[in-house]
T-cell receptor, first 117, second 115 residues
Framework: EPEVTQTPSHQVTQMGQEVILRCVPISNHLYFYWYRQILGQKVEFLVSFYNNEISEKSEIFDDQFSVERPDGSNFTLKIRSTKLEDSAMYFC???????????????FGQGTRLTVV | AQKITQTQPGMFVQEKEAVTLDCTYDTSDPSYGLFWYKQPSSGEMIFLIYQGSYDQQNATEGRYSLNFQKARKSANLVISASQLGDSAMYFCAMREKTGANNLFFGTGTRLTVIP
C-alpha cells in the first residue's frame, strides 16, 4: 500500500542550526503539506504546496521556514536558525485533491521528531 | 472561534464495548469534509474515516462509524467492539472546500481500552 515516508525519524540539532526534513509523498498525489505537533498539543497546519508553489501557509510559517520539491519525488521542509520552541513532531502529508470532497483525505507520514537543544 | 472542538480530553472503555468520541465543528462553507485520525503512542497519524458534508448516509469503515448530525454540526466517531489496540489519541479534523486547503484539527481525545 502506498505511503508517505519521512526521514529522518528523529533529528537532534543545536539551537541556531539549520535542519532539512525530508518527505516522499504518495506518487499520484498532487497536494503536499507540512504540519507540526508540539508535544501534547494539537496538530497545526504549516503550509500546503501544489504545482511547485506554496498554495497556503499559516502564520506559523514565517521566513524561518521554506519548502521545496527539488525533484519529482522529494518534498522538503527547511528550518533556518532553529529555536528551542521549534522542537516538535513534524508531519508531512499528501492528498489527491483539495477541498472537502471525497479523495481529499490527507495521508500522513510517520513524522520526524525534531529536538532543538 | 475554534473550527473543531473535542470536549473529551480522555475516555475509557471496556474491551469489546462501543465508545463514542465527540466532535463539533464550525464553518460557514456549505461544502466541507470531516476526518478522523488515530495517533498511537508511536506518533504516526492514521486516517480512519471521512464524511462529506453532502453525504446522505453516515460513513462507516469496519468498526468505525461516524454519527454525522449536520444541523448540530457534530461528527462523532463511534468505535464498536473496542480492542486493546484502539488505545490511542483520536483527532477530529475538517477541511473546507473553499478557502485554505488545510486540515483544522481538534485537540484530540485520548482513548484507553481497559481489558
Amino acid at each position: 500500500e502506498p505511503e508517505v515516508t519521512q526521514t529522518p525519524s528523529h533529528q537532534v540539532t543545536q539551537m541556531g542550526q539549520e535542519v532539512i526534513l525530508r518527505c516522499v509523498p504518495i506518487s499520484n498525489h498532487l497536494y503536499f503539506y507540512w504540519y507540526r505537533q508540539i508535544l501534547g498539543q494539537k496538530v497545526e497546519f504549516l503550509v500546503s504546496f501544489y504545482n511547485n508553489e506554496i498554495s497556503e501557509k499559516s502564520e506559523i510559517f514565517d521566513d524561518q521556514f521554506s519548502v521545496e520539491r527539488p525533484d519529482g519525488s522529494n518534498f522538503t521542509l527547511k528550518i533556518r536558525s532553529t529555536k528551542l520552541e521549534d522542537s516538535a513532531m513534524y508531519f508531512c502529508a499528501s492528498s489527491e485533491a483539495r477541498g472537502g470532497l471525497p479523495n481529499t483525505e490527507a495521508f500522513f507520514g510517520q513524522g520526524t521528531r525534531l529536538t532543538v537543544v | 472561534a475554534q473550527k473543531i472542538t473535542q470536549t473529551q480530553p480522555g475516555m475509557f472503555v471496556q474491551e469489546k464495548e462501543a465508545v463514542t468520541l465527540d466532535c463539533t465543528y464550525d464553518t460557514s462553507d456549505p461544502s466541507y469534509g470531516l476526518f478522523w485520525y488515530k495517533q498511537p503512542s508511536s506518533g504516526e497519524m492514521i486516517f480512519l474515516i471521512y464524511q462529506g458534508s453532502y453525504d446522505q448516509q453516515n460513513a462507516t469503515e469496519g468498526r468505525y462509524s461516524l454519527n454525522f448530525q449536520k444541523a448540530r454540526k457534530s461528527a462523532n466517531l463511534v468505535i464498536s467492539a473496542s480492542q486493546l489496540g484502539d488505545s490511542a489519541m483520536y483527532f477530529c479534523a475538517m477541511r473546507e472546500k473553499t478557502g485554505a486547503n488545510n486540515l483544522f484539527f481538534g485537540t484530540g481525545t485520548r482513548l484507553t481500552v481497559i481489558p
